[in-house]
């Protein structure tokens, strides 16, 4: 019986909101943190598996907080692996009672072991099951219950630090964390899950394969042998999640090449045979990137209202400690995927979108990571945003409110150009100076507009987008 440490926190009692409330947290301290997956409960509140560590050479422990609708603090546990890493990669809602976590379990020197923790909602741990695996490095582990009730589990393995012998390694369990089968498929290959869930009966693995054009579909039956192997269209390349519309139809998101080094975030509707029947991107044109979550993109629960999210401004060279600021990106389609409206939230620090979760009251709630370049010691904080079915965020929960755009300005501070990013239409951007003067006044449509700015002198300016004679919003923008 391997050793294993279970830290109880505080418990605190309060009543349940009859709805689901918006809001923001941000849970700021001095540990380096992730998230990794989240699920709502079937009252409203949520649960969230967070991989933190106090410093940045530490071994990551697993965190797990529950929550009320109205974003409270109702328990947590911490769970740590005395020997090294521990991490809960998955969170599978069973019911209303059961959550069970999927994810790694490290030695030193000897293979990682999947991890099988079972809690009840108020986050008693009911079992904690480990099983060996033949390969010492875990990567994008995804799961899902299927329509069997058993969970499904598809992961990148391979020999430490060493992704070029990767393989997927897929396991199926029951919900009392008991293994039925597994199987290793592409076993020596660069090989990086996505995603995975059930279509028209068999498992949809999507995934990055080395030596491939573009990411790929894999089909498998249930007994894990492959049935089908197709490219994903409109070369997707990270961040990509599915999810089934019916049986006849699916829709994917992620990331999707406009240019290097520009990306945008892609939406597209697929048929049982994987032809695209509809595609958009979200964004346009040079120099922006845009990247869809970085372990969900994309989820809903009424195919007119699917909410892609991701962050926007991403800093490819420093992925999540970066001195720019950037945005949690969330836009709603219908399912014709024609944009119903776009959100930005953030603007004052670096934010990275992890996961997003479509709620029962017609909402999503946003988890992610800020980083602070000028408060480097706090390392990364989780950021958990909940929002109503408009994207808006009405309570403070005491904090200072964050900013909500629907077009965002940046760089800021700038230099010789800034970009614009909107998904609005028929817009006039306007910049001037402190005295008042106009030195900017240009159209503005949806997607991204680039302003040269290299005559203006240094110094501050304030901005202001118009529709008509409505402002739609403003800020102030600083050129070095």
Not at 133 to 158: H, K, L, M, P, Y
Not at 364 to 376: E, F, K, M, V, W
């Amino acid at each position: 019986m391997k050793q294993i440490i279970i830290i109880l926190g505080f418990l605190f009692s309060i009543n349940y909101a009859q709805c689901q409330t918006d809001f923001q947290l941000w849970l700021n301290n001095t540990n380096n943190e992730y998230s990794r997956d989240l699920v709502e409960l079937a009252d409203g509140g949520f649960v969230i598996s967070i991989a933190s560590q106090t410093d940045f050479d530490s071994s990551l422990y697993t965190k797990i907080q529950r929550y009320s609708a109205s974003g409270s603090l109702i328990k947590e546990i911490n769970v740590v692996n005395p020997e090294w890493d521990c991490r809960i990669e998955n969170l599978v809602l069973s019911g209303d009672s059961l959550i069970v976590g999927i994810g790694e379990w490290k030695h030193h020197n000897q293979n990682s072991e999947i991890w099988y923790l079972g809690m009840d909602t108020q986050l008693n741990i009911v079992f904690n099951k480990k099983y060996e695996v033949n390969n010492v490095w875990f990567e994008q582990t995804r799961s899902f219950a299927s329509s069997d009730g058993n969970i499904i589990t598809c992961a990148t393995i391979a020999p430490y630090m060493n992704p070029a012998q990767s393989s997927v390694y897929l396991i199926e369990a029951t919900l009392n964390g008991d293994t039925l089968r597994s199987k290793c498929l592409y076993s020596g290959h660069t090989f990086f899950v996505h995603d995975i869930f059930q279509f028209n009966g068999l498992y949809s693995i999507l995934a990055f394969i080395n030596g491939s054009s573009s990411s790929q579909i894999v089909r498998v039956d249930t007994n894990f042998n492959i049935a089908s192997l197709d490219s994903i269209p409109h070369d997707f390349n990270n961040c990509i999640s599915g999810k089934i519309s019916d049986d006849n139809k699916y829709y994917l998101a992620g990331n999707v090449p406009v240019g290097l080094p520009s990306r945008d975030i892609g939406v597209m509707l697929l048929d049982k045979n994987n032809q695209p029947l509809r595609f958009v991107n979200v964004g346009k044109q040079t120099d922006t990137i845009d990247f869809g979550g970085v372990q969900q993109s994309m989820d809903f629960i009424n195919s007119n209202a699917i909410f892609i999210g991701g962050t926007s401004n991403v800093d490819v060279s420093m992925p999540y400690y970066s001195p720019m600021e950037s945005w949690y990106s969330l836009y709603c389609f219908d399912s014709l995927l024609n944009l119903k409206w776009t959100k930005f939230y953030g603007g004052d620090a670096y934010y990275i979108l992890f996961n997003i979760v479509a709620t029962s009251d017609g909402g999503a709630i946003l988890s992610g990571t800020r980083y602070d370049g000028n408060t480097p010691d706090n390392k990364l904080d989780i950021y958990i945003l909940k929002v109503d079915e408009n994207g808006i965020i009405t309570s403070t929960n005491n904090m200072p409110p964050l900013t909500v755009s629907e077009a965002i300005v940046y760089p800021n501070p700038g230099s010789t150009q800034l970009t614009i990013e909107t998904a609005l239409k028929d817009l006039q951007f306007e910049l001037y100076s402190t005295n008042g003067q106009t030195v900017v006044s240009q159209p503005v449509n949806n997607g991204t507009t680039t302003v040269n700015t290299s005559a203006l002198p240094a110094g501050m300016y304030f901005y202001r987008f118009m529709n008509k004679d409505k402002m739609v919003e403003s800020g102030k923008w600083v050129k070095e």
